[in-house]
Each structure stands twice: as structure tokens, then as C-alpha cells.
């Protein structure tokens, strides 16, 4: 029993399907390559950023005022986010019109 030659429709779909499934694939890869590159990324600008303000506190602080103690790369990171958070200038502040 010969079942004939295959439709061209079906063909062409068997071909396609595989195709966008890799591209869904590729696509899916790609996002959590950027969701890791970013989180990476933060880190990597945070360490960059806290790693000043542990250095004076460490080197600075420690000898000029007794009874502190020495910090580490999180909680410098801490007190950066702190200071951004008291001393930022944020669209809160009023200003006056005369």
C-alpha cells in the first residue's frame, strides 16, 4: 500500500514548525543571558560604586574615632543607597512661585 506523494502544504509545514520553535528557543536563551548579564552588570556597578566609601570608612574612620568597627562590601553598599536615598535631590522638593 503506497500512500502517494506528501501534499506541498504539509511539506512546507514540517518545515516551518521546527524553525519557529528555535527561534522561540533562541529568543528564550537570549532573555535570561540578558537577565543574568544584567544582574552581573548591578553588581559588578555596585561593587564599583561602595567599594570608595568602604575603603575611607575603613581607612579613615577606624583611626580617627575609636569604638568603630570595620565594614564590609555590603554594608558600604548599604550606606551608599542610604545617603542616595537622604540626600538626593527628587521631584518631591517644593518650590515657591511668586
Known sequence: MS????????????????????????????????????????????LLLSLPVMLLWNGCLISAIPGIKAIGWLQAWGILILCGMLFNKGSTSTSSSN
Open 3 to 46: 500512500v502517494g506523494p506528501e501534499p506541498e502544504g504539509l511539506r512546507m509545514l514540517s518545515y516551518i514548525i521546527p524553525e519557529e520553535k528555535e527561534n522561540k528557543m533562541e529568543s528564550i536563551v537570549k532573555a535570561v543571558a540578558i537577565v543574568i548579564m544584567s544582574v552581573v552588570a548591578i553588581i559588578a556597578f555596585g
